[in-house]
């Protein structure tokens, strides 16, 4: 069994993504700790009791774990390797599905205004 990294120093949040059976990546909700790095190392302490999270690329996962900073960029990440460890981590972050379109409006943007995902077939120029 791998080693799990040192929780990193800037750490102060949480989120998590998963993929779906389509193909799509569902974003959750970030929290971001009242304690701060001692919030974050402790409840990521629980966790690795448990086995609900172990380093990334080990194995397949069931969903990504991202350790957060104070500007919610993603410093270091975990994988969650099963759907009950993700219940569990979703109950206690209470986290929710992130609503990528009232997101996207917040910063005055649209989906219309995004590139265009290239999806690998040919275009007729």
Known sequence: MAEI???????????????????????????????????????????????????????????????LDVDEDIVQDYDIPTAAAFRYVKRKLKLRVVDVDAELAKIGRSRASEPEQNTGGTRDA
């Open 5 to 67: 990294p040192m929780l990193h120093p800037a750490a102060v949040g949480l989120s998590a993504i998963r993929g779906l059976r389509n193909g799509s990546m569902r974003q959750y909700t970030s929290v971001e700790f009242t304690r701060g790095w001692p919030g974050v190392d402790h409840f990521l302490r629980q966790l690795r009791a448990c086995g609900y999270v172990r380093p990334s690329g080990v194995g397949p996962s069931y969903a990504v774990l991202d350790v």
